[in-house]
């Protein structure tokens, strides 16, 4: 079942305060309301007058800021944000619609304020957070603006002076049109009840005043004689005054009559309603709808969303194999475990989780990882955990969690600063200029095994690693860097002991 709105406290139906019924922010009070209406209309003219716009699939980066309290607390999970943005993706792929990540990544904000007020942070972390680039989504704690929310809930809004969508946490995920229904403001559309938005009309066999509740333009009837400039000023989605509000069931039955004395009958399966119950797969945009989508995403108003190139990685359908720490094996040591998965074609990323509990709800340890292995330094000694792991790239969130591992630490220690028999560790030339290779010096009381590789700044592998038989005494070796941009990277020698570590410039 699809969840456009969920009503978590009582409403009444037919009250005339906004506050106790809106859940979704974008109405007829919002600031620049005004705006919206206009675009709405421009588009539709453009529309009419034939303005050609692209066939082919239109793809869009999408900005996720996910809030969380000054100590990271109450963060929704990375797969959550996945869910959302494989939904979106089945959700538009209809309209030739695609959303990806914006820079391939997540963004994180650890800010109290932001997180449980966000009107508050809105001239200030929110707007030095906004991509300029992208459609930005802030996902808080709860969308409600304002001290009185009254007996309803705001579950997300479109900001339109500021051209962002503000969504509460727990409307983050798959099976839920939130999102897409906020987008659908975004690219300039109305609700289907426009103007009902301040109380629904209900009322059977009683004609509807000629005018709604939120002092938007006349009635719209039931014949659309006026559908142009009354209600959504779409055509081909029928008169609608907010009847989904409180209805169960996908069927409206009510009769509800307009200014004329005749019944109308609202589309329940339209994503600009207010209608819940519905099967998933039967939501969708109208013609008209869609027509203006199109023609606010391919105008000079949204060229800020074609300024970044369109990732090119295929969508991923498989999931990964965990290989370490495997299913009910102890590790030998518990503050240096290095856990490692096979490398799924077209992952540029990898989600991992690790917990006590295979419920992942005690004190998880989530993080995005460029690779497919991460050293883990936090876990306590002789415990058992679970872990699993997810990959995605910047097009493709669908990818499944890969099978839940359980394994337990073991009570040994491994010294994970430094390696104590080894008595030289040198790179040169450092900063390198115009060079393709570096010369990596060591001297070792003892041979080892260990695993070159070169980091950027952001603990994201480069690509550039290889495996490595150290020897006792002093050695040198080269390692090719000349995939390598100008910047700070860290090259890192990872062993079964220990790691060593250092900053190396590359000015090309």
């Known amino acids: 079942m ?16 906004l506050a106790a019924q809106q859940l979704c922010g974008t109405h007829p009070n919002s600031e620049g309301f005004d705006l919206q209406t206009s675009r709405l209309l421009n588009n539709l003219r453009a529309v009419k007058d034939g303005v050609p716009t692209p066939r082919d699939v239109s793809f869009v ?36 619609i695609q959303f990806f990540l914006a820079g391939g990544n997540i963004n994180f904000i650890n800010n109290t304020t932001f997180y449980e007020n966000h009107s508050a942070t809105q001239n200030s972390v929110m707007a030095i957070q906004k991509d300029s680039r992208a459609l930005n989504v802030f996902i808080v704690e709860s969308a409600n603006t304002g001290n009185n929310p009254g007996d309803g809930v705001t579950l997300a809004y479109y900001n339109i002076p500021r051209d962002w ?72 989605t029928p008169a609608d ?103 799924v074609p077209g992952a540029t990323a990898y989600f991992l989780e690790i917990d006590r509990t295979a419920t992942f709800s005690i004190s998880p340890i ?41 394994f337990r630490t073991g009570i040994g220690e491994t010294s994970t600063e430094t390696l104590d028999f080894v008595e030289a560790f040198t790179v040169s030339p450092n900063p390198v200029f115009g060079q393709s290779e570096l010369q990596i010096r060591l001297s070792s009381e003892e041979a080892f095994n260990g695993q070159i590789e070169v980091l950027d700044i952001t ?5 550039v690693q290889r495996q490595y038989d150290f020897t006792t005494g002093d050695q040198q070796l080269n390692l090719n860097i000349d995939r390598l941009t100008s910047g700070i990277y860290l090259l890192q020698i990872t062993t079964n002991e220990g790691r060593l570590t250092q900053k190396v410039v590359v000015a090309n």
């Not at 699809?2 to 305060?17: D, E």
């Not at 603990?459 to 690509?463: A, D, E, L, V």
Request: proline share 6%; with cysteine; glycine share 6%.
């Open 61 to 96: 980066p999408i900005r996720f800021h996910v809030g969380a309290k000054n100590d990271g607390s109450g963060r929704i999970s990375v797969s959550k944000v996945l869910d959302q943005l494989c939904e979106l993706n089945e959700d538009f792929a209809p309209y030739d």
């Open 366 to 406: 989530r993080l995005i990882v460029y690779g497919n292995s991460k050293v883990i330094t936090e876990l306590t000694a002789d415990r058992n955990y679970y872990w699993r792991v997810r990959p995605f790239n910047a097009m493709s969130g669908c990818a499944p969690t890969s099978d839940l591992t359980s």
């Open 459 to 463: 603990g994201r592998p480069t690509g």
């Open 241 to 343: 005054y907010n009847n989904g509000l409180g209805w169960s069931g996908c069927d409206f039955t009510g009769n509800v009559l307009d200014p004329q004395g005749n019944a109308i009958d609202p589309d329940e399966r339209n994503y600009m309603s207010y209608f819940l119950s519905c099967p998933d797969d039967e939501y969708f945009f109208s013609d008209q709808q869609n027509a203006a989508v199109q023609q606010d995403l391919n105008s000079f108003s949204r060229n800020y969303l074609r300024l970044d190139p369109v990732p090119t990685v295929p969508v991923i359908t498989e999931t990964t194999t965990l290989n370490y720490p495997v299913e009910g094996e102890t590790t030998d040591a518990f503050n240096y475990v290095n856990f490692q998965w096979d490398a």
């Open 165 to 236: 969508i503000v969504i509460t946490k727990t409307y983050i995920r798959d099976n839920d049109a939130t999102l897409s229904h906020e987008i659908g403001h975004f690219f300039s559309l109305e609700h289907t009840f426009n103007g009902w938005e301040c109380g629904a009309y209900n009322t059977e066999n009683v004609p509807a005043p000629t005018s709604p509740s939120c002092n938007s333009p006349a009635t719209e009837r039931a014949n659309g004689s006026n559908c142009e400039t009354s209600g959504d000023y779409i055509c081909d």
């Open 2 to 17: 699809r969840l456009l709105i969920i009503f978590v406290s009582f409403l009444f139906l037919g009250s005339s305060s």
